[in-house]
């Protein structure tokens, strides 16, 4: 079974040291880049650039290891863009000179009626780009939280002020405290796991709607202890008083050193470059990118 | 425990969870004093629960039921407070760590209930200083919680309510889940925490040979109202009645009453097993 | 209380089972990934008809040898053999035929919307015959005094109802070795008895029960032997009164006395020299000494 670990994770490197500001940025830069390319040559530079990140970071591959669902999903992208490509996509004024070029036909010539259903070469690599693009975020975000101490984010979110408004510490909390438990939750997995196992369900069949019931029997469990536990937890919340009227204290502190502002500077004007030579030079794009021009 | 001075009163306290024909809690009378440790006994289901989350005010604040009668804790209504206020009066301490400990790190686990409460930062520091120190686990506190043994994690989870500073700290089977060693020593602590800090301390209990000798006081619960209540000697030295309830006494309190049935008495019914060999002895 | 029939040795046909180990490990140790070795070079044969505890502290290794007596842990050295197959090369739905395992908490298991589908789960699986499944089903759930209740959703049943459920749906395999792990923690009184009585029971109709526990009252009560586990070692594989008689591993393992056998040891100074076990050897030995 493929286990997501996206659990913070000890370590003295730079990447850990940074404020978690910088490093939530980090993510919306890549977001941003990641969006304003489509040449999968260039979204495979950014993914370079982020497994950099990852070995700065000193994160251990095995952090990594569930990703290879990620080329499943690039797989479906390059298909299905393949086929759909040119039949619902705008292309507005496309005055470069190239010719689609079809790969094979999925209805056959020798088929009666065929050939139909063209699989097209630009399709394809247009899908493999938006794979690309998913690996580059799927990539990134675990960064954020596989080096920033869950603590140091609590702190970070709850110092977050938008004029007057600031973001409830009920939603802090149940966002910081889902990592506290992905432990206790990967116990319970084991042991129901364990129980099942010694009854003779097995797991790893062939038979798919087998495979759903003995599923079941590992994730209804699961899914009850959580609840239960979670009624208990709300209980025990209170007698620590956790939503009493005053104002919360926070004894934890997080710093904004001088690398912050070196990184801070760094992100924005790799970010707007990047911009600049896709919407102004048309660098990164592919020239027969869907588009609508108002 | 030389002055007599009640610091929880129940009186005439009923209880049915909302949708309930059966009362959980049917017009239970108790008083504990300052500084006594009070050991609850009963079968499950006996309304040991019910009754804890009446004295730290999650009943009536918020579980849904019908409640008669009145808890007073240090005098004042438990209805008339709210849940944040009992839970710096009353601590609680559940019966599994892991819904208790919600923190990354057990410094802050130890800073949660008096960050809640809004105290200023140097307080807290202080706190936490105060709270490691007494349970003794200032070695832990940069850990994690999650990753602790069940015997530290329970003394953290102690550690936690004690940050809060109540006068008053129950116990929900603190050592089902523990080993020997490690019940040993949280009971241990718990011991001290009452005899040296004088808090009154109120705690349930299956395992009852290892509790019953430090007990002030019993009470045995039974289908939601107190059985029988009283000193630790004489609540088991009636072994009968408890098998009538579903339980026992501790087995040197159990042997002696079998040999009662021979017509042996014990002028101190024993409870452990050192009181054991001395009344045996005695009669050898 | 069913009486033990297993205890005689002039059972002839004990003498036959006892010559094959139904559990057999051999230099078994393991090691969890990453980790320093959890068990080491652990011999043991388990025969037919024992009641075996395995005590020990925390983290001595006790759950990881029991879960390789069902295949759940595949030895990093040395084998297991249960009923002559070999572990590492038999899958556990295979070997849960043979060794079946109640665990501590059965709201890991229940995921069943009845408690009859709960409890017929496993034999389904078996791919038992329709009456099979409905005879020993049956069976399990009346040894555990669910039969009644046997349409109910298993939520609905309390903390030590289910505790049955879960001990029926492996009883319901009618597996000749029952593995218990912990099976009295955080029970109550009456609860614990129910258990312990149907562990004798089955114990008395032929089968090997071994169980996991910190309860050394239980161990004193119910085993006929003890294997004591130290840092993933067997220091100790003898009976309950030999293991309570035996300061050294008690000292060495933390391991408390149960009661009973401490009073007993108190009593020493008074003349009477038995290691008594049960609450009613204790009476015994004390009013026979009283009368003299």
Known sequence: ?294 | MSALEPVVTVEELTFFYSGAKEPALNNINLTFQRGEIALLIGATGAGKSTLYMCLNGLIPHLVPGRVGGRVLIDGSATSDQSISELAQKVGFVFQSPDVQLFSHTVREELAFGPENLGLPKSEILRRIQLAANTIGINQLLEREPAYLSGGQQQSVAIGAIWAMLPEILILDEPTSNLDPQSSARVLELIRSLNKEHGKTVLIAEHKIDAAAQFADSVLVMHEGTIAMQGEPRHIFSQAGELHELGLVAPAAAEVAYQLSKYGYTFDRWPLTPEDAVQAFGELL | MPSRHLGSFSNPLENILTDQAIIETRNLSYSYPGEISALSGVDLDIRPGEFLAIVGSNGSGKTTLVKHFNGLLKPSQGHVRIDGLDTRSTRVSELSRIVGFVFQNPDHQIFAYSVWEEASFGLKLHKLSAEAVEQQTSEALRAVSLYALRDRHPRALSRGQRQRLATASILALNTPVLVLDEPTTGQDFLSRRQIMELAVELHAAGRTVLMVTHDMALVAEYATRVIVMREGAAICDATPKEVFENDEVLESTGLDLPPVAKIARGLRAYGISETTLTQSELVETLITALRH
Not at chain 1, 17 to 42: D, G
Not at chain 1, 69 to 97: E, R
């Open chain 1, 1 to 294: 079974m493929p286990t997501i670990d996206i659990q913070y994770f000890k370590e003295e490197s730079f990447v850990h040291r940074l404020h978690p500001f910088t490093k939530i940025l980090f993510e919306i830069s890549v977001l941003v880049i990641a969006a304003a390319f489509n040449e999968p040559l260039f979204l495979a530079v950014v993914i370079l650039g982020i497994i950099g990140v990852a070995v700065l970071a000193r994160i251990p591959a095995r952090k990594f290891r569930y990703m290879w669902v990620l080329a499943y999903i690039v797989l479906f992208m390059v298909i299905t863009q393949g086929v759909w490509f040119t039949s619902f996509g705008d292309f507005g004024d496309i005055t470069v000179d190239f010719e689609w070029r079809t790969l094979f036909h999925l209805w056959p010539a020798w088929a009666p009626g065929g050939p139909r259903i063209p699989v097209i070469l630009q399709g394809a690599n247009y899908g493999f780009s938006l794979g690309l693009r998913v690996v580059a975020i799927s990539l990134a975000f675990p960064i954020l939280v596989l080096t920033t101490h869950p603590s140091d984010l609590t702190r970070f979110l709850s110092q977050v002020r938008i004029a007057s408004w600031r973001i409830p510490y009920n939603f802090i909390f149940v966002f910081t405290t889902a990592f506290r438990y992905i432990p206790t939750v990967s116990r319970e997995f084991d042991q129901t796991l364990d129980a099942q196992r010694s009854r003779g369900v097995h797991f790893g069949g062939y038979n798919p709607i087998r495979q759903i019931k003995v599923l079941t029997t590992l994730f209804v469990p699961v899914l009850t202890s959580s609840l239960l536990s979670a009624h208990d937890l709300t209980l025990a919340l209170e007698t620590r008083a956790f939503g009493a009227p005053t104002e919360r204290t926070f004894i934890h502190e997080v710093h904004w050193r001088r690398a912050d502002w070196g990184v801070t500077a760094l992100l924005i004007i790799i970010a707007v470059a990047c911009l600049v030579l896709a919407n102004s030079f048309g660098y990164g794009v592919l020239p027969y990118t869907p588009q609508r021009n108002f």
